[in-house]
C-alpha cells in the first residue's frame, strides 16, 4: 500500500513539474513572443515615424516651391505688362499728328524687354512664351531695314505696330491673370494663338506647301492685329491645317528652322487646347 502510495505520489508530483513546466516555458515563450512582437511594433513605429516626417518635409519643400515659383511667376508677368506699357507710352511720345510716327521701337526698352524676357524665361509656359514671341516680333518689324538698293535704311511708319502691340497687351494680360488663379477671357488666349498661327503662315517662304498661302489666309496687305485674328478665326480649320503641313514639311529637313519649327508647336499645342476647352464648355 505504501508502495503503491509512493508511486501515486511520485506519479502526481511528476505530473505537476511537467504542468509547471510547461507553465513555465509557455509564458516564457508567450514573454519572447510579446517581447519580439514590442520590438518590431516599435521598429515599424519608428520607420513610420520617418516616413511620415520624409513625407511632411516632401510636402514642405514642394509647397515652398510652389510658392516661391508662384511669386517669381507673378513678378515676371507684373514686369513683362509693365514694360511693355513703359515701352509704348515713350514710342508714342515721337508721335507727328500731321507726319505720324517714323520711328522705331526706343532701343534701350526693347533691349530691357528682351532681358526681362530672358531673365524670366524657366517661369513662362508655352502658352506666355508664344504670346510674348509676338510683341518680340512686333518690336522687330518696326526696324529700319534695308532693301539692298544701296539707299539708307528705309523706316516704315510704326504706329500700326503700337497698335498691334495694344491688341496684344490686354489679351496677355488676361492669359497672366490665367496663371495665377485670376479669372480671366478663354477667347483672348485663341485669340492670341490664332494671331500666331497666321503671322507663322504667312511669316516664311516655302512655296512647296503653299507658304504663305495666296487665298483666304492671305495677309499680305492686312496689317490690323484684329483683322488678321478675324480671317484666322473664320477659317481655323485650313489654318491648322496648313500650319500642320508646315510643321511636317520643316521636319523632313532635319529641323534646320529650330526657331520656326519651335513656335509652330507652340502654337499647335496651343490651339489644340483651346479648341478642346471650347468644345468642353459648349
Not at 524657366?122 to 518680340?136: G, N, Q
Amino acid at each position: 500500500m505504501e508502495y503503491l502510495l509512493s508511486i501515486l505520489s511520485g506519479g502526481l508530483s511528476g505530473a505537476v513539474l511537467v504542468w509547471l513546466a510547461k507553465g513555465w516555458i509557455s509564458e516564457r515563450l508567450k514573454q519572447s513572443i510579446q517581447h519580439e512582437y514590442a520590438e518590431k511594433l516599435e521598429s515599424y513605429k519608428t520607420e513610420l515615424n520617418s516616413k511620415v516626417e520624409a513625407i511632411k518635409h516632401e510636402n514642405q519643400v514642394s509647397q515652398l516651391r510652389t510658392s516661391l515659383f508662384f511669386d517669381h511667376q507673378r513678378d515676371a508677368f507684373a514686369a513683362l505688362i509693365t514694360k511693355m506699357a513703359q515701352i509704348n507710352k515713350e514710342w508714342m511720345s515721337h508721335y507727328d499728328p500731321e507726319e505720324g510716327l517714323y520711328e522705331p521701337v526706343p532701343s534701350s526698352g526693347r533691349r530691357e524687354f528682351e532681358e526681362l524676357f530672358y531673365q524670366h524665361q524657366l517661369f513662362l509656359d508655352e502658352e506666355c512664351l508664344m504670346a510674348l514671341s509676338l510683341v518680340k516680333d512686333a518690336y522687330i518689324r518696326s526696324l529700319p531695314f534695308d532693301d539692298g538698293s544701296g539707299a539708307p535704311p528705309h523706316q516704315d511708319e510704326s504706329s500700326q505696330h503700337i497698335s498691334y502691340i495694344e491688341y496684344l497687351q490686354p489679351r496677355i494680360a488676361s492669359v497672366f491673370r490665367s496663371k495665377i488663379g485670376v479669372e480671366s477671357d478663354p477667347q483672348h488666349l485663341m485669340d492670341i494663338a490664332v494671331l500666331s498661327a497666321i503671322e507663322l503662315v504667312n511669316g516664311y517662304r516655302f512655296l512647296d506647301v503653299d507658304i504663305p498661302p495666296k487665298g483666304n489666309l492671305s495677309t499680305r496687305r492686312i496689317k490690323d492685329a484684329s483683322d488678321k485674328v478675324k480671317i484666322g478665326l473664320d477659317n481655323i480649320d485650313e489654318l491648322i491645317s496648313l500650319l500642320r503641313n508646315f510643321e511636317e514639311y520643316l521636319s523632313r529637313d532635319g529641323g534646320w528652322i529650330h526657331e520656326a519649327q519651335l513656335k509652330i508647336k507652340q502654337t499647335l499645342n496651343v490651339l489644340d487646347k483651346c479648341l478642346i476647352n471650347q468644345s468642353t464648355r459648349t
